[in-house]
């Protein structure tokens, strides 16, 4: 079986970075986006992931919006998406479920919660 | 994984916590393990043992100790199979399990970054382990991984589950199958599919949910680890999670009220009375009411005589509230016996395999507190005598059998506070000490003429001198230079005392007397050559006003005569360097006796007061050979030094004069 991919979005370079080392390490291939567009874009280039990560606050597409995007339409609705966001308001959380969010992970950066998250939302 | 989240000034503390921790774990691992191996049933202990093991796994994986995270989860399956009951307590398996929690404590070691271990035999505990794990029935072994098991650790239980999800839950793209699949990593999951709601194909909408699941999980985990699998879904479904006293599985065994913590009541309720304070802290906090003493000492000194009456009783309030913060503060510091305790009981099992010997080993009166000053200075000196128990003092079991005694020797520790010092015996059942042969070595090694008269304890206490070691061969055990002489190193450096106690053929017994604490001395204050200097109560015999008379000549050496015998009397001035003022005649001589008895007298200008003083080391290489082991400050703000007596005496007696006096005081008098 060749190795699940992970589709990460988030506009910190250090997020992209401490998430495909860990993801990588633990056997994950890992895709990196930058934003919400750039993510939509690598949907259509890449093989179509088992998980999508998702970071909220981005520019040009945030998280909620992509999330939005993926689950109206397209080959993506019923991919599992996990929002990994420092965002302390409960409120982010409700509005990444209205949107059709799987799951969520808060940060700070926990690579075994992630991991964890990601086993719990994928076959 | 931690590891590369986290900048290392942040996981330096962490990993701080993680090895105090640890050691925590290793004595409750031990201690349980000990307490099912004298046949306790308590499922508690299986518990406690499951849990300290567990959590030295999580956290190791954490930090990327990765042999010691490998390890603790080949014991852990073990244990939870144990715990489980699929596995039962055998000796057999009690032996490895005391094995593998040596091993373990080993890879905690290698992990702080101590000696690396042995991977060859870690590897083969490692297959014990596995051993034991292929040995139950079924497949769930093979499945078992670290995440899989969580953060398990509380009794069985059975949960019944009511699950419906709503058409919310699929959209967001969540799964039953995959909840399912995780509630199954819980525990035993047996589920019931309710398809009643669908509808005929006609009124059937693919994106509403129709479907809804009854399960029963039995499970060690805590009732939260079950709602947590449903995290994401909880406003997407209907949900209930009920304990079930039914369906055929073992009743909660726990009492109503308790609502499954993975802790017990009693250890919980302990838990929140304990906090965990960095040392420094402590020390630093320690150090500051050190000065409050000097000060409120000097202020005594310079004003406690005229203080306004009224005003005395206030100042005595204040004088003794210090005081009990001193106390208070030195029993934080106090730390009980056991884990030094249960690393000996490791060393016997270590032992016992390396030299195919058995033993019993007790120990009692790990409860005693020292202050930790001493206690983590007390490993070597009890290694060192247990090692040398084990190795010398007990015969091979075929040996002991022939002698008409069991097989297995004994050795007992024992710890029992006296006199404010704290006692600790180790006796062996062995062969005892042979006192023919001990004085044949010593004369063999110079330590002692041929022609010397020595009695019996004299004889026993030449073990403790430097150059002295019986063992015919060297052994691996006791290594090459662990003669007594290191313990009683050792044991003087903290300011303690040993002896020895032992018959041929019964066996031997090492009594070692320490100080609680190392930080306060009892001590009196003398002066001489314009110096102050303290001279430690424990070593103080007598006090003597000289005179001329009293003071004879033994060839260069002066002499006093002290209870029938003749002593040395050597002016501390001069033994310091310091000028000597006016004679040692019409001075006060200070008999003190060393850690093996010998006296002497100490020829100073003036005695003050006795007092207790707080130590103060000294930097540096200055005490080493002038006969002063620290320092303290005065009440009036003066430095005094504190005399080494055993360094001193030590000194006296390799003076190429003295030797003549004590070859010949021991059981003789000298005529004069």
């Known amino acids: 079986m060749s190795a699940k991919t992970i589709l990460a979005v988030d506009d910190s370079a250090t997020m992209r970075e401490m998430i495909f080392q860990s993801l990588s390490e633990i056997g994950y291939r890992v895709v990196l986006a930058v934003d919400g567009v750039d993510a939509l874009d690598k949907l259509q280039s890449e093989a179509a992931p088992s998980v999508i990560i998702t970071d909220i606050n981005m520019p040009r597409m945030n998280g909620i919006a992509l999330i939005d995007r993926l689950r109206r339409e397209g080959p993506n609705r019923t991919t599992p998406i996990l929002v990994l966001s420092t965002e302390t308001d409960a409120d982010w959380k409700a509005q990444a479920k209205q949107a059709g969010a799987t799951g969520w992970i808060t940060k700070p950066f926990n690579p075994e919660r992630i991991a964890d998250a990601i086993r719990k939302v994928s076959m | ?672």
């Open chain 2, 1 to 672: 994984m931690f590891n590369q989240s986290l900048p290392p000034e942040v996981l330096g503390p962490i990993k701080v916590i993680f090895f105090q921790e640890c050691d925590e774990l290793l004595s409750s691992l031990e201690s349980g393990l000990e307490a099912l191996k004298q046949g306790s049933a308590d499922p508690e202990i299986v518990n406690m043992v499951f849990r300290a093991v567990h959590s030295i796994k999580g956290s190791a994986a954490n930090f990327e100790y990765v042999r010691l995270a490998r390890f603790s989860h080949s014991l852990e399956a073990v244990l939870s199979d144990l715990r489980a009951e699929k596995l039962g307590a055998s000796a057999a398996l009690l032996e490895d399990l005391l094995l593998a929690s040596d091993v373990l404590a080993e890879l905690v070691e290698e992990a702080r970054g101590g000696k690396a271990t042995d991977s060859g035999k870690t590897d083969e505990v490692l297959k014990i382990l596995a051993g034991y794990i292929g040995r139950q029935a079924g497949e769930a072994g093979s499945q078992r991984s670290p995440q899989a098991e969580g953060k398990e650790g509380g009794d069985l239980r059975a949960w019944r589950i009511d699950f419906r999800p709503e058409a919310s839950l699929y959209r967001s793209a969540n799964d039953p199958l995959l909840l399912f699949r995780e509630l199954s990593r819980l525990g035993e999951l047996k589920l019931e599919l309710d398809d009643g709601d669908i509808p005929g194909l006609a009124e059937l909408e693919p994106d509403q949910a129709y479907l809804s699941w009854t399960g029963l999980l039995r499970s060690f985990q805590p009732e939260q680890a079950i709602w947590d699998v449903f995290e994401f879904v909880a406003g997407d479904c209907h949900l209930n999670i009920t304990p079930s006293m039914t369906g055929g599985l073992k009743e909660p065994s726990q009492k109503a009220g308790h609502a499954g913590s993975d802790i017990a009541p009693s250890a919980d309720a302990r838990s929140n009375r304990v906090i965990r304070v960095d040392l420094d802290r402590v020390d630093k906090l320690f150090n500051l009411v050190e000065e409050l003493l000097v000060q409120q000492t000097t202020f005594n000194h310079v004003a406690g005589k005229r203080l306004a009456p009224e005003v005395q009783p206030v100042y005595a309030e204040f004088r003794r509230l210090s005081k009990e913060i001193q106390e208070g503060l030195l029993a934080i510091r106090s730390q009980p016996l056991k884990p030094v305790f249960q690393r000996m009981a490791r060393l016997v099992r270590q032992l016992e395999q390396a030299t195919g010997k058995s033993v019993n080993f007790a120990a009692t009166g790990g409860d005693a507190e020292v202050d930790r000053s001493v206690l983590e200075r007390l490993a070597e000196p009890l290694t060192h005598l247990i090692r040398n128990a084990i190795d010398h003092g007990l015969e091979n079991p075929e040996e002991r059998e022939g002698l008409g005694k069991p097989a297995s020797g004994t050795i007992t520790l024992s710890a029992y506070q006296r006199f404010g010092r704290i006692v600790l015996e180790i006796s062996d059942d062995g062969r005892g000490i042979d006192r023919e042969r001990i004085l044949s070595t010593a004369i063999s090694r110079g330590l002692v003429g041929p022609d010397e008269h020595l009695s019996g304890q004299d004889v026993e206490s030449l073990i403790f001198r430097p150059g002295f070691s019986t063992a015919p061969t060297v052994s691996e055990i006791s290594g090459r230079g662990v003669g007594m002489d290191v313990v009683n190193k050792c044991v003087r450096a903290l300011g303690g005392r040993i002896s020895m106690n032992s018959q041929k053929g019964v066996g031997t017994t090492f009594l070692l007397s320490l100080p609680l604490t190392l930080a306060l001395l009892e001590g009196i204050v003398v002066g001489a050559g314009g110096g102050r200097f303290i001279v430690p109560i424990a070593s103080l015999r007598e006090t003597l006003q000289l005179r001329a008379g009293d003071i004879r000549s033994i060839g260069d050496v002066k002499v006093i005569r002290y209870r029938d015998r003749y002593i040395p009397l050597v002016g501390l001035a001069a033994i310091l360097g310091y000028p000597q003022m006016g004679g040692i005649q019409n001075s006060i001589g200070i008999v003190v006796e060393d850690d093996l008895g010998t006296r002497i007298a100490i020829a100073v200008e003036e005695v003050f007061e006795q007092q207790q003083i707080v130590v103060k080391e000294i930097q540096g290489a200055y005490q080493a050979d002038h006969g002063v082991s620290a320092a303290t400050v005065l009440g009036d703000g003066h430095v005094a030094l504190i005399l080494d007596i055993n360094g001193i005496v030590e000194r006296q007696k390799q003076s190429a004069e003295c030797v003549r006096v004590y070859g010949k005081t021991s059981d003789e008098r000298i005529s004069l």
